[in-house]
């Protein structure tokens, strides 16, 4: 359970964007609300209207997105209007303020908390939506205190890509250990290529990349400066220390640590599954490379790591309303959509047995469906709190990696940093 402190410091948080929202919603109301508040409308055929926001853009790849919405809409009776807003969170959090969330909303799941602790968003539990076949801890992630407010069609978690021609030259076999895996690292570094690269950044995107060795450790969220934490920090630290893993990871993107490793100049890297249609462009076929799960610490542990990806929220704009949501939602995470949706994301899909079948369609999609059990929500244990311990995370593997700080006076400034 998180600490008194920890609870104290996220009232402050909720109360300071309750403020927020508040000069946020005069704003609104004098520029109009382009949220799901209001009077429920109807298109020219009576059919109740819904509103939906998400960050995706107008890729062809994703041109099935408003298909399906479409589909799952003309099932639950109703039409649902799709608008795109690159910057979701912060225009959510504006609506949140004048109850005009959209009827529908696909956000990135450490968002979720954070707008469900201002009352915004609907109980789709209570709204008729059921969770039967989708895996326990991706329903968990979408859940605050105890109320289920977000259902992922998809999720994903990190593995570990390798050279395969580089491994057959060296001898090596794909590591399952840190130990293995720094040995094989170092090996593979000569020249100008570095035997793995991960992407650490100052933002989310380095944290969710941590938290793949952090939690794997054994750390918690809550305890950033627990012994399982500077273990794994001390990891990444060392790797960087040595030259097998470049200095560059500290400003890498995931998408830079993929071209690094498409061109030639890493052996392994730490990336998503998102990253496989990526190489193929690059030119890369599985006869290039492989994927294995994360190594763990210590031989028979179980890789962990954050669960990414996006969940469908609905608006508190009515019973009719969210009632109608929850049966959209419950549409666009079926087997049928979820496994779908996961063949355009590269996801895996939230429904167990979609998943199981995209595992034996796309191989190199196994060691990631196999990492999804062991994955924790970023959010499932500090809720709201969550956005400040991962910046206070972030912000310490910056100190430690960049030679400012040991990696126990990183972890331990964090600690104090998140719970203020």
Known sequence: MPRTPRRTRGARRIALLATASATAATLLTACGSDGGGGTAAKDSSGRLVLTEMDYYNTDPTMSALPELLDS???????????????????????????????????????????????????????????????????????????????????????????????????GLTPPTTWDALAKAAKKLTSGKRHGIGFAVPATEEGS???????????????????????????????????????????????????????????????????????????????????????????RGGTPSGALGGEVWAAGDNGAEKSRKAAEVISCMVNEKNSLAWSKLTQYVPAAKRAAAELAGEQPQMKPFVEGIAGARGRTAQLGATYPAASQALWTAVQAALSGQKSPAAALGAAQVEATR
């Open 72 to 170: 799952c809409g003309r099932k639950a009776g109703v039409t649902v209007r799709r608008k795109i807003v690159p910057d979701l969170r912060t225009k959510l959090i504006q609506l949140a303020g004048s109850h005009a969330v959209p009827d529908l909303v696909l956000l990135d799941n450490p968002d979720l908390q954070q707008l469900a602790a201002t009352g915004a968003l609907t109980d789709l539990g209570e709204a008729g939506l059921r969770t039967e076949g989708l895996y326990e801890n991706v329903v968990a992630a979408g859940k605050y205190e105890g109320k289920l407010y977000g259902v992922a069609p998809g999720v994903n978690s990190l593995a570990l890509y390798y050279d395969k021609k580089l491994f057959a030259d060296a």
């Open 208 to 298: 969710f990349q941590f938290e793949a060795f952090f939690l794997s450790a054994g750390a918690e969220l809550s305890k950033l400066d627990s012994p399982e934490g500077v273990k794994a920090l001390s990891f990444l630290d060392a790797l960087v220390k040595d030259g097998s893993a470049p200095k560059d990871v500290l400003s890498w993107t995931q998408a830079n640590v993929q071209e690094q490793f498409a061109n030639g100049s890493l052996g392994m890297m730490v990336n998503g599954p998102w990253q496989l249609p990526q190489l193929k462009k690059a030119g890369l076929s599985e006869a290039d490379y492989g994927v294995v799960p994360m190594p763990v610490p210590a």
